[in-house]
T-cell receptor, first 112, second 109 residues
């Protein structure tokens, strides 16, 4: 099976702009989670989607939003970008029957 | 509230020495615990999970419910073990994952 893919791999944006990141899960996986990874904070959970519905949400401001499509692909949107949003954004997919999450390579977002 | 705590951000050991990466958790139910590893320029991947009770790459981890710990151990560290290690907890209700802040392990030749 192909692994989790994320596009784009790198992004440079300026403050105030918005950005959309995309994630394609492993075929058959219906759960997709998003994480923000920074050196100081480690992995912080953003949200999880299952069957196009948000199941869980982390402690992030409303500028961070997401959605999932009927083919389980997911997008994450960040509006009004701030310098502190610079991070590696990871997507993970899994089967709900199994506990393990499979991670994508991440999208490196730099906000200048 | 922080559900998973990894007290060491950085850990250095010499090749051949034992290594222990600490993980403590806070959860009242029966969680599932995992260790994930991220090697340089590679994606985050599962190392082991407590329900499997297996040894992967010489690493083991035992869930201690009394101490709410899930420490990762290896008797003889190798240079290729140098990586970032994350401890994670999955709730038994809601299925949400919580990750620790990670421990960067460096094995000195």
């Amino acid at each position: 099976k192909a692994g989790v893919t994320q596009t784009p791999r790198y992004l440079i944006k300026t403050r105030g702009q918005q950005v959309t990141l995309s994630c394609s899960p492993i075929s058959g996986h219906r759960s997709v989670s998003w994480y923000q990874q920074t050196p100081g904070q480690g992995l912080q959970f953003l949200f999880e989607y299952f069957s196009e519905t948000q199941r869980n949400k982390g402690n992030f401001p409303g500028r961070f939003s997401g959605r999932q499509f009927s083919n389980s692909r997911s997008e994450m949107n960040v509006s009004t970008l701030e310098l502190g949003d610079s991070a590696l954004y990871l997507c993970a997919s899994r089967n709900l029957g199994g506990g393990e999450q499979y991670f994508g390579p991440g999208t490196r977002l730099t906000v200048t | 509230a922080q559900r998973v705590t990894q007290p060491e951000k950085l850990l250095s050991v010499f090749k051949g020495a034992p290594v222990e990466l600490k993980c403590n958790y806070s959860y009242s139910g029966s969680p599932e615990l995992f260790w994930y590893v991220q090697y340089s320029r590679q994606r985050l991947q599962l190392l082991l999970r407590h329900i499997s009770r297996e040894s992967i790459k010489g690493f083991t981890a035992d869930l201690n419910k009394g101490e709410t710990s899930f420490h990762l151990k290896k008797p003889f560290a190798q240079e290729e073990d140098s990586a970032m290690y994350y401890c994670a907890l999955r709730e038994n209700t809601g299925n949400q994952f919580y990750f620790g802040t990670g421990t960067s392990l460096t094995v000195i030749p």
